[in-house]
């Protein structure tokens, strides 16, 4: 079993939602430039180099605002501040 497999139960004291899902992406076996969709996920994630996303924009019939709104939401996706949950019981 692959050590990538982020559906598996995670043992560690915290969880990264944002790293689970860029292993999840990154190590599928998935062609993320396939489709429209799947393009739109990847580019909000991981995000696109300036080629593949001027390749998807070809593809897609992505205008330049689209192409520049896919960009700043992978930045919002990076910036967010994600506190895993964590037992404060003990």
């Known amino acids: ?4 497999a ?4 995670f043992t560690l004291p915290e969880e ?3 790293k689970s899902l860029r292993l999840a992406l990154a190590f599928a ?6 489709s429209r969709a ?7 994630v991981i995000g696109w180099p300036d080629d593949a ?8 019939g ?6 520049a709104r896919l960009v700043r939401l992978h930045e919002a996706f ?3 501040d994600i506190h895993p949950h964590q037992d404060h019981t003990t």
């Open 53 to 60: 996303l001027d390749e998807c924009a070809n593809s897609f």
């Open 62 to 67: 992505w205008d330049d605002e689209t192409k």
């Open 16 to 18: 990264d939602p944002k």
């Open 1 to 4: 079993m692959s050590i990538f």
């Open 29 to 34: 076996v998935d062609d993320w430039g396939s």
């Open 38 to 44: 799947m393009a739109w996920v990847w580019g909000v």
């Open 78 to 80: 990076e910036r967010l």
């Open 6 to 9: 982020e559906d598996l139960t």
